[in-house]
């Protein structure tokens, strides 16, 4: 799922690319794609783009007397920017936004369709998607502090939480904890004040670090690879490749569709949590060190 680094520049390249000009046309080609009935699609044809902005994880694209088009990419819907009245794309292709210089196209790789669009007349409209989550990279450290201990979590789950934190998915929330050498089964309620201090630093580093690699990446185009798993990152999407910093190799928490990754040495100790893919073959054989999981793997 696109996180904050990644709708950040979505939403400054949409601003560059669209703000000022008319939306000529919206091609629906998903019906479960639009979420809402009144005001209609119609109702922003033919409207210039007069605002780009995001809440959480959408993207909201605003037009005169206060309309909106509020998109959510879910996992996996990504936009692109293609020629004028191109083509939607077979089974991916859910919606383009054609405008004379270009066409805003949205894609979903997905069997399962999740990705959501909504016109909205009114600010005030716009509150209810709004989850709540505090916007991390404009809040203090008391704030932040505040807010993660205003509910008793493993700091993984507090970090990804939209009621809690805006816009920090599982990508970068593995990122984050190993910044700030964490573990992301510590509870939020046990976290010393240092701890606390380290992980605020982490948050606002980490995420900054990859807005910018972003930008640096994109230049004056529009993304066109936009992916949770990043070649530079320290340890999501490398299960059992080493770590950056102690060459440990990465382990991993799969719960569902989620993976969690982490150092154990550099986050947990030593300790390697029991991963669901794994531990029920293994049962009491589970190795709970490192070091255990290195004789494992060399038999």
């Known amino acids: 799922m696109p996180e904050l680094p990644d709708v950040q520049i979505y939403v400054e390249r949409m601003r560059a690319f669209v703000v000022g000009e008319t939306l000529e046309r919206v091609r629906i080609k998903s019906v479960f794609l639009l979420r ?29 007397d206060e309309l909106y088009l509020v998109l959510h990419l879910m996992i996996t819907g990504r936009l692109r920017w293609r020629k004028p009245g191109a083509g939607l794309p077979g089974r991916a292709g859910l919606a383009a936004f054609d405008f004379a210089g270009g066409t805003l196209m949205l894609t979903e790789q997905a069997r399962r369709k999740r990705a959501s669009l909504h016109v909205v007349s009114g600010k005030d409209s716009l509150r209810e998607f709004d989850r709540g989550g505090l916007d991390v990279m404009g809040c203090g450290e008391e704030a ?45 309620s046990r976290l010393t004040d240092d701890e606390m201090a380290r992980l605020y630093a982490s948050t606002r580093e980490v995420l900054n670090l990859w807005i910018e690699r972003s930008r640096n990446e994109v230049g004056e185009k529009f993304p066109d690879k936009v992916t949770a798993f990043r070649e530079g990152m320290a340890v999501h999407g490398r299960y059992r490749e080493p770590c950056p910093v102690c060459e440990t190799p990465v382990q991993r928490i799969v719960r569902g569709d989620h993976e969690t990754n982490y150092c154990p040495t550099c ?14 073959l293994l049962g009491k054989d589970w190795p709970k060190t490192i070091e255990e999981w290195e004789e494992l793997r060399e038999r």
């Open 144 to 188: 932040f502090a505040e807010r993660l201990r205003s509910a008793n979590h493993t700091i993984k789950r507090a970090l990804t939480s939209p009621r809690l934190l805006s816009g920090i998915g599982n990508a970068y929330s593995d990122e984050i904890l190993h910044h700030a050498r964490l573990s992301p089964l510590k509870w939020t």
């Open 36 to 64: 809402s009935v009144e005001p209609p699609v119609a109702a922003v044809e033919g409207q210039p783009v007069v605002s780009v902005d995001s809440i959480g994880k959408r993207i909201v694209i605003g037009f005169p």
């Open 267 to 280: 986050q947990t100790d030593g300790k390697v949590y029991a991963d669901r893919a794994l531990s029920k």
